[in-house]
């Protein structure tokens, strides 16, 4: 199969990019043709009008229309395959690929569909007040900081609604949870076209032998969604108890003088390093207060063999189960966090039985065969429905 993998790269490691390229390698593999159709956001670093450029890319861009059509031509598609739009491709492109006859499906990563901002979040509480066409409350209330951005992010959600971009010409949307995938079919996406593919975990699975631990550890953004001011609080309650946080803190260089003495940020680490601390990592957080799409780091942490600790929010319950291969403790709520992290710290058997539960799904329900088997059933079945979905 000849697939034309969509995707505007976001210029900095993401668990998003993972999941794209790790997809895209994958499909070589089994021996499908992946023709890369790719803009990245650090083209638009260093330029004097990059925001500009990026406020009305992100609603129509004809230029890119034009390049999705020449792409389709002269590769000739079975299926396109769209990741992420903005704010470089747009979704204007979409409508070129049903133009042409040729069936799109869609990973919808974040809530971008139903939210301008994607994280259903202000101020850091869950917000809802964009879902059903009210996509100017995200402009009124500055949810991306600066008016103009803000603007730039309520417009257009705005005219991919109202001109049909997504729900006139994606045949097939894949969601990453099935709580995601609810939230889709409440704002009006039919439900017999939004499906549900995990992501996977990455090819090479450390081996279940990794020592019991000797920290709390903590790996992606540092940043207020990630809830890092509820887990600086809870460390900050448990100072015997050593905690590690692993990514970029650019969003919050606060953080590196207010953290207590048993917190230490190690910053990015690459490939090689990561997987040594997941191994000496004995907990495994996710303090998230917005809804996440597929966190990696959590099938991450299960590869390892590594009980988690993560937010009752989202689709995070249907990842980490209560009781089996993790704890669930209340969004913002530091001391419940202090709590479960307490109880496993104190408790060696259970963080072993835990992590192996883990483990377990995660090499079953999130095996790299597993994806590519349901990866292959919407394709077909995108390939079945036509352009757009039109023989649904």
Not at 324 to 339: E, K
């Amino acid at each position: 199969m000849r697939i034309l993998l969509v995707h505007n790269e976001y210029g900095k490691v993401s668990g998003e990019e993972m999941v794209v390229r790790a997809q895209s390698a994958l499909l070589q593999q089994r021996g499908h043709e992946v023709i890369p159709f790719f803009r990245s956001s650090a083209e638009l670093a260093g330029q004097k009008l990059g925001a500009a450029k990026a406020f009305f890319t992100g609603i129509y861009n004809w230029s890119a229309r034009h390049a999705m059509r020449s792409a389709i031509r002269n590769s000739k598609p079975d299926l396109v395959h769209v990741h992420n739009l903005f704010p470089l491709i747009s979704p204007a492109v979409l409508g070129v690929a049903r133009a042409e006859g040729v069936p799109v499906v869609m990973t919808v990563h974040n809530y971008r569909l139903v939210c301008p901002n994607g994280l259903h979040l202000l101020k850091g509480q869950v917000c809802e007040k964009c879902v059903g066409g009210r996509e100017y409350n995200c402009m009124l209330n500055r949810c991306e900081g600066g008016l103009l951005k803000s603007t730039g992010y309520a417009l257009r959600s705005t005219v991919a609604r109202q001109m049909g971009f997504y729900r006139k010409n994606v045949t097939l949307y894949s969601a990453l949870t099935e709580f995601q995938r609810k939230r889709l079919i409440d704002a009006g996406y039919p439900a017999d076209r939004v499906t549900v593919i995990p992501n996977m975990g990455s090819a090479n699975t450390t081996d279940a032998g990794s020592p019991l631990g000797e920290w709390v550890g903590y790996v992606g953004r540092v940043s207020h969604e990630k809830g890092i001011p509820t887990l600086l609080r809870a460390a900050a309650a448990l100072p015997e108890i050593q905690f590690r946080l692993a990514g970029a803190f650019d969003r919050m260089p606060e953080v590196l003088s207010a953290a207590s003495k048993n917190v230490q940020f190690v910053g990015h680490l690459h490939a090689g390093e990561l997987h040594e601390f997941y191994r000496r990592s004995r907990i495994v957080v996710l303090c998230s207060t917005c809804f996440e799409g597929f966190p990696t780091m959590l099938l991450e942490a299960m590869l390892h063999g590594k009980p988690v600790i993560c937010s009752r929010i989202g689709g995070l319950p249907e990842i980490v189960e209560q009781g089996s291969n993790g704890f669930l403790f209340t969004p913002g709520d530091a001391d419940d966090l202090g709590i479960q992290i307490k109880k496993l710290w104190e408790n060696p058997e259970l963080c072993q039985k835990m992590g192996q539960a883990g483990r377990t799904k995660a090499m079953t329900q999130y095996s790299r065969d597993a994806y590519y088997d349901r990866l292959m059933a919407i394709y077909d079945r995108a390939r079945l429905l036509g352009p757009g979905g039109e023989r649904a």
